[in-house]
């Protein structure tokens, strides 16, 4: 059976105006929280063929082009990928910071937005956190992928052995892997964490398996203020700590490149232009995840409302404008400074067979988002968000490739430059994980409830319409 | 309250104020904090319901992780160094600088992990007071949970019934975790 619009009790409409904020923000637009839970969990429940076709092909394409091509590679060596001398990171090390990058925004629009209490977070809140839980795992494989002989991955654990092998802790390499490990289990618990009260709905509200499954997950959960209480502490504990951690993660990515005498990335300025560039794609792609799951799943319109996606837009703008000052600062002084090095790997970008990408990168970045996103007419239009969006993170994976193999193909000594073009596996390869990460996305639609229910209530009991003079307008109260 | 009855007052999501208003009347008749419990469908602060403050050991075994996180990171990069040394040129063998990451990033971890421990362990230890629940409290409702000595319990039920609360006979828990 559909959900039906019922307004609560007591909120009754007086004007076209009151009626205009009603439809315009969805806090001020309550319905009963029982609604408010069959809409969700109908969104849940409810599949459609096309899901099916849409989730099969996905799983081929990950079955076949991600764990078919990797195990090809692995049985034949990495001499079937275009790594090769002066360009040993390749394709598959900037796909990996790109999906470090996207799993940023789901951290920095979950727990930036709570600490600073910005309303408009709370009905996308999980849909961003997911988006990190699975941009990771996604990010994860690829030093699995580029190290080749992926089988002996646990020569790099740290545990006493007999062939004296011990991994070195002043290497940024193994920062890398223990900050990446660190945003993982911890942004795996921040998006369990709001979701027990969501998962006890689930429970009282699913017979069978589903229920039982649940029923695990949500550890008893009743609602007793204690319960609350406590979640409510371990929330704001998480939300101020994984800050600095998900700060640290793209920053230390960004060492990987800067600690080293390469020209170009021996920068100090690399560690907040990564975090920006990361913070960039990361909300584009929450934008454009928001965009795919309010086409098609149910009731996710009354949810997510063109608000958001103003919002979101604004966001983007302001970080499209902080990225582009990084830029400059990075292009500018090193230009400046005149070492030849590093004045030839500019004008390779510029100039040589791969400008494209480079130039690429800067309209997407830069002339898309600042021709369109000041129009609040288009940043209210989820299908053009989704395509500028989509620009900007094709835009961002420009910009990782420029700054590795692009790079690392022109360096001190001339006689060793050459071009790098990523081969049929590599590519694959790279498509798989796009496929593996919607394929994950897709599945957790269905297993768990992508609004918290608990939170968009929460919202509507602190937001009314507060008669100011002649009109009236939306107030907040602090509840906590 | 050892031997009271147990019963659960159920108010809708807008009866938040006669909720409250139960919260005082309960209080009048003698009933104590520790027989009452509130349980939402959401989060209430004490103050919106005149409750005393809750208490929690989860900042204190976050503290508790980080403090452990940290100590395994020092091992991890000064310890280690000395059981199986790995000579770098040019960097000591137990730099500072090098290894305020690692003592981040483990001393984080330690914290948040712990954290959730902390959650996982108060939720599934067993709690005083009166225990009951019912699936209408995830529909919104607000419930009040008490226990009133037996000759009272009609005098209760009457007074929470004209606030308009729908009394709960036997709120007994059901099997919500395995």
Redesign the interface.
Known sequence: MAAEAKPLPGSVVRGAEEEDLRAEHLMLDPRPREEMNQMVMEAMTKTTPAFWIAISVLGLVVLVCLFGVWIYQALTGMGVAGVRRPVFWGIYIATFVFWIGISHAGTFVSAILRVFKAEFRRPFTRAAELMTTFGLAAGALYPLIHLGRVWVFYWMVPYPNSRWLWPNFRSALVWDFLAITTYLISSTIYLYLPLIPDLAMARDHSTGLRQRIYRILALGWRGTEAEWFRLRTAITIFAFAIIPVMFSVHTIVSWDFAVGVVAMWHSTIFGPYFIIGAILSGVSAVVMILFVLRATMLHMKYFLRPEVFDSLGKLVLIFSMAWTYFFINDYLLTYYGGDAAERQVLLEHATGPGAWVWYLMLICNIVIPWLTLWNRRIRRTPWMMFIITTLINVGMFAERYTIIPMTLGHQRIPFDWGTYVPRWPEISIVLGTFALFMFLYLAMTRLIPMVPVWEVQEGHMAHQLRKVGQTEIPSITELE | MANGTVRLALFR??Q?NQAAEAITRLHEMGIEDEDI??????????R?LG?PM???H??LI?IAGAVAGFLIAFF??FG??Y??P?R?GA?PNT?VP??L??L???T??G???S??L???A???TP?YGPAG?D?R????HI?VLYTSPTNLDNQVRSRLSELGAVIVERPE?K????
């Open positions: 999501e807008d938040l419990s509130v349980i939402s469908g959401m989060a209430l602060s004490e919106i409750r809750s208490w929690s989860v900042p976050a991890l990069v280690t160094q059981l199986y790995i770098v960097m730099p090098t290894s990451v690692v981040f990033e483990i984080m971890l914290m948040l992990v954290t959730l902390g959650v996982i108060e939720m599934l709690s629940y699936p409290i995830s529909h919104g419930g828990v099997k919500l975790w395995p």
